[in-house]
């Protein structure tokens, strides 16, 4: 049997031992996945130790997905955007990948959204808003980060090739003129906050919501109000575990199976 995992602190949350078992067994593939919780001082050594125990492969959280760049050999993406999702631990060195970026990606593509030629705000310019923008950028999109501190969104957009920085003050502006709006900061999350003005949306924007919990956030209930396009956040934690599952192991995920588990494991 191979095992696969989550290492974070805390995984007790996490929903994806459902989700990926759920797409071992439809695939008929002899494999479990569980969760590990090292101190923050020890990832190098809880890496080093999977790998001994003939681990195939870890998935990392929160707050390991930066610190584990030094410990794993990460691919050129996942080096750019300074954070790696995705370790393969068959290779040595363990390979790192960053699977938040394709993740946000094919949330788009699962719904029919143009990417290429698009003007996108993305608010945040953290761990999610670094993978959201640069996945954007990559599929040829024009980019402005917007973030409560403006310096971080001005740094991270120096970094693109079409990205402009800017604080929260200015969306309302951003947003006049854009096709694409996404939520990667952590409001709204077990709460009923607000970040966007209401009246900053209008109906030709497609907006995207990081937030998982819950799936209908007041950004998306304020959206679909003004007859917005909206992707809730289950949707990109799914892509990122397919890409996961997919590098794992080489074969096809079973989206549906995948998505039906991880929505069943939401409402419990």
């Known amino acids: ?32 996945y569980v969760t590990f919780e090292p101190a923050q001082s020890r990832v190098g050594a809880a890496i080093a130790g999977a790998q001994v125990l003939g681990i195939c492969g870890l998935n990392v959280t929160i707050p390991f997905k930066e610190a584990v760049l030094e410990h794993v050999e990460p691919d050129a993406l996942a080096r750019r955007v300074g954070a790696v999702n995705t370790i ?10 960053n699977t938040d970026v394709d993740g946000a990606i094919r949330a788009f593509r699962h719904h029919d959204v143009t990417l290429p ?15 959201i923008a640069y996945g954007l950028c990559e599929a040829g999109a024009t980019v402005a ?23 929260l003050a200015d969306l309302p502006a951003l947003l006049d003129d854009a096709d694409i709006l996404v939520n990667a900061t952590s409001v709204g999350m077990e709460s009923d906050e607000r970040i ?30 003004a007859n917005a ?24 995920a079973p989206v549906d199976t995948m998505n039906g588990a991880l929505r069943c494991a939401l409402k419990g």
């Open 145 to 167: 980060i917007a973030n409560r501190t403006t310096e971080r969104a001005t740094d991270l957009a120096a970094e693109l090739s079409t990205g402009t920085g800017h604080s």
């Open 196 to 225: 966007v003005p209401t009246d900053a949306l209008h109906g030709d924007l497609v907006v995207m919501d990081a937030v998982y919990r819950p799936l209908q956030t007041r950004l998306l209930r304020d959206a679909e109000a």
């Open 1 to 32: 049997m191979d095992v696969y995992g989550l290492i974070g602190n805390p995984v007790g949350h996490s929903l994806s031992p459902p989700m990926q078992e759920a797409g071992f067994d439809a695939c008929g593939i002899d494999a479990r």
């Open 229 to 252: 396009t909206t992707i809730d956040g289950a949707w990109m934690l799914l892509f990122q575990g397919i890409e996961a599952f997919e590098r794992w192991t080489g074969r096809d």
């Open 117 to 131: 030629g698009t003007q996108a705000v993305v608010v945040g310019a953290g761990g999610a808003g670094r993978a």
């Open 88 to 97: 393969d631990l068959t290779a040595d060195p363990p390979q790192g990948f």
